[in-house]
C-alpha cells in the first residue's frame, strides 16, 4: 500500500521523511509495509511498523523543499534518481519543481525492498527489454495525468 492511499484512506499527512511522535517517541516516517507506516525512531537503526493512525501525532510539515526545476529519470533497471538534467543512457519520465516531482515521484513509484530506492513499477520484474520499455511508457502514462503546475511526465 502506497503512502499516497495511506493518507487517502486514513486522512493523515503521512510522507516520506515527515517527522511523528510515535507513542511519545520521535522519528521519521521511511516508507509503508502493507497497510502500516515504517518509522524510524530517533536514535533506532531500523524502521518498524505502526498503524497511521494508533499512536501517532503527525508534527509539523518538513520546510518546503527548493523551488528549483529538476528532471526526474530512470536507468534501464527501473531505478529513479533525480537531477538537474538527464544523464547519458537514462530516460527523463518528469520534470518541474523539485517538491513537486519528488512528492508525484515518491507517491506513485515502486519502493524497493530497502524502502530508499524508488523503482519504475514493472521495470525491475519485466522478462526482458521490451517489457521492460513497455512498463515504463505506461508510467510515464500514467504521470501524465497528474501533469499540473510544476509537475510535467516527459512523453506523455
Known amino acids: 500500500m502506497s503512502l499516497e492511499h495511506i493518507r487517502n484512506y486514513y486522512g493523515v499527512p503521512a510522507k516520506k521523511g515527515g517527522r511523528v511522535n510515535a507513542y511519545g517517541k520521535s522519528g521519521t516516517i521511511t516508507g509503508t509495509s502493507n497497510a502500516h507506516l515504517l518509522i524510524k525512531l530517533d536514535g533506532e537503526k531500523h524502521s518498524n511498523p505502526y498503524h497511521p493512525t494508533d499512536g501517532i501525532e503527525y508534527l509539523e510539515p518538513e520546510p518546503k523543499r527548493s523551488s528549483t526545476n529538476i528532471i526526474a529519470y530512470c536507468w534501464a ?32 513509484a515502486r519502493h524497493a525492498k530497502d524502502n530508499e530506492r524508488l523503482l519504475v ?12 520499455l513497455a512498463a515504463l511508457a505506461r508510467y510515464i502514462q500514467w504521470l501524465g495525468e497528474r501533469n499540473g503546475p510544476g509537475f510535467r511526465a516527459m512523453g506523455a
Request: charged share 25%; hydrophobic share 30%; no cysteine.
Open 77 to 108: 533497471g527501473g531505478l529513479i534518481q533525480f537531477g538537474p538534467s538527464v544523464p547519458d543512457g537514462a530516460i527523463g519520465i518528469a520534470r518541474g519543481e523539485e517538491s513537486k516531482v519528488r512528492e508525484v515521484i515518491e507517491t506513485t
Open 121 to 132: 513499477p514493472g521495470v525491475p520484474e519485466a522478462a526482458n527489454e521490451r517489457e521492460g
